[in-house]
């Protein structure tokens, strides 16, 4: 099982100085490589380009002072761009072309297979030892097993300066197959009220960035009023940028603890396969929706459900809300009717609890899973909806949901 672990790195003056030279020469090739595409008179193909780079090396002897391998990667980045574009073509959507990247936007580089060490592991700071580079304090917060093999270090320089360095882990186990029968099965709905209701009756609310958000416009306004260019403006851009990463951390701190919970605690998930792209197009709410950052939660429970062997499913949502999980039928409701009232078999429940009855019914009929002990049409009853606030989610030594059922008793 491959995963990632992501550590900070505490580079002195001069090896950041000398990183930044690195980033530049890899993205000074990036651009080369992507003229050679787009000037060459037949197919053009990746290796073809790291073929060339022995080539290259003779008169760009700026090439030289890099990692070759890392140096390779840079053709492959490039491949797996152009890979996507066509993905998203074949699916319909409009792409356009690759662009050259600035300075500004091409912040990272890769060492793949050789060029790197992590050593002295035994204490809260380790070394990272980069070829053509030297050696890099790093903050071990997270401890690799003893049978884990380092793949690949991507290394990236965040814009508020911060570098840090993303190690891919082979642990050598393999991944862990799921159930064929699970017992415990749950269907999520994702809204912006409550960020999640599952079919368990369990909801949790969004997480409330106002304050953040608030600082982070107070600080763009600093920056409006700064000369661009000047020391001041650049110290201001800076700050900007921590503001929007400190809403990012805790954003994806929420949906990691949320999506680990859900992940660990059953043996099949099922949600909503939304078009978050689609839905940016709203005239209404486009800023709420893109704050709640559903496709990168449908994601981290994605990757989670594989390596804890659980059973995973992104179905379809049109008309989850609409439909009754008792009897089928549709019913029209507007946004702001919040409760589920169905005019032919009298079933009534919460909106969002009613669509996760049918996420989990999709999800099961979808994958061919046989519950074992009940179907969802069965479990679709009227029950009480036990809800927290997400700040307990993202608690400081919380153990995020597990107690949820003793807080829905004393509630």
Request: hydrophobic fraction near 30%; include cysteine.
């Amino acid at each position: 099982m491959w995963y990632a672990r992501r550590y900070r790195m505490f580079p002195t003056n001069a090896q950041s100085e000398c990183m930044d030279e690195h980033r530049n020469i890899y993205r000074q090739a990036y651009n080369h490589f992507l003229y050679r595409l787009n000037h060459a008179d037949g197919r053009t193909l990746m290796r073809d380009l790291r073929d060339e780079l022995p080539e290259l090396k003779k008169w760009w002897t700026d090439l030289k002072e890099v990692h070759s391998r890392a140096l390779q990667r840079v053709a492959e980045r490039l491949d797996n761009n152009l890979s996507r574009l066509a993905k998203m073509k074949e699916k319909g959507r409009k792409v356009g072309q690759l662009k050259w990247k600035a300075p500004s936007e091409y912040r990272s580089f890769t060492y793949s297979q050789s060029g790197f060490e992590l050593k002295n592991t035994s204490g809260r700071t380790a070394v990272l030892r980069l070829s053509k580079i030297g050696e890099i304090s790093i903050r071990y917060h997270r401890e690799l097993s003893d049978d884990a093999t380092i793949k690949e270090i991507h290394v990236k320089k965040e814009r508020t300066g911060e570098w840090f360095a993303s190690l891919v882990v082979d642990d050598g186990e393999p991944t862990p197959e799921p159930p064929k029968n699970p017992d415990e099965c749950v269907g999520i709905d994702v809204g912006i009220l409550k960020y999640v209701h599952d079919s368990d009756g369990f909801a949790v609310g969004s997480l409330d960035l106002s304050d953040e958000r608030e600082r982070l416009e107070r600080e763009q306004r600093k920056l409006s009023r700064k000369e661009h260019g000047s020391a001041n403006y650049k110290r201001q851009r800076r700050r900007v940028a921590e503001c929007h990463a400190d809403l990012k951390r805790k954003r994806r701190d929420f949906l990691h603890r949320l999506s680990n919970y859900y992940a660990t605690e059953y043996d099949f998930v099922a949600m909503e396969d939304l078009n978050v792209a689609g839905m940016m197009q709203f005239k209404s709410n486009s800023r709420n929706r893109a704050s709640a950052a559903w496709g990168t939660f449908l994601r981290m429970l994605e990757y989670k459900c594989e390596r804890e062997g659980t059973h995973f499913v992104a179905v379809n949502p049109a008309g989850t809300t609409k439909e009754c999980s008792r009897c089928g039928i549709k019913t029209e409701k507007p946004l702001w009717v919040r409760e589920h009232s169905c005019p032919a078999c009298g079933f009534e429940a919460d909106r969002d609890e009613n669509a996760a009855y049918n996420v989990l019914a999709r999800g099961l009929k979808d994958v061919g899973v046989v519950h074992p002990e009940r179907t969802p049409v069965e479990t679709a009853l009227p029950v009480s909806t036990a809800s927290v606030d997400a700040k307990r989610v993202v608690e400081a030594g919380s153990p995020a949901l597990k107690e949820r059922t003793a807080s829905a008793v004393s509630e």
